[in-house]
């Protein structure tokens, strides 16, 4: 008998805006690689964006980028979220 991988994966969450080119770039990448994401908009969710804040030094940088073990990275390539996804 074969035994299927089924490993399910977390959704990440990425941190966004509206306005900004960086955030639709990954959207876009991140479901050409199939990887699971949450969208939150940090303009309409202030608890986010003050998570945003305290993650870039003050700052509203987007993307940021939230992983299911808490580690987070702003404004990472779709290489840099396959790679911290494997655990490097």
């Known amino acids: 008998m074969q035994t299927v991988n089924k490993a399910v994966r977390e959704p990440i969450t990425m941190y966004s805006t509206a306005w900004c080119g960086y955030c639709r770039r ?34 509203h940088t987007v993307p940021t980028v939230k992983f299911p073990d808490g580690r987070t990275a702003t404004n990472p390539t779709l290489a840099v979220v396959e790679r911290m996804l494997a655990g490097r």
């Open 26 to 59: 990954l959207k876009i990448q991140l479901k050409a690689a199939r990887i699971p994401f949450v969208e939150v908009d940090i303009e309409e969710d202030s608890a986010s964006a003050d998570f945003v804040r305290g993650i870039n030094g003050g700052n």
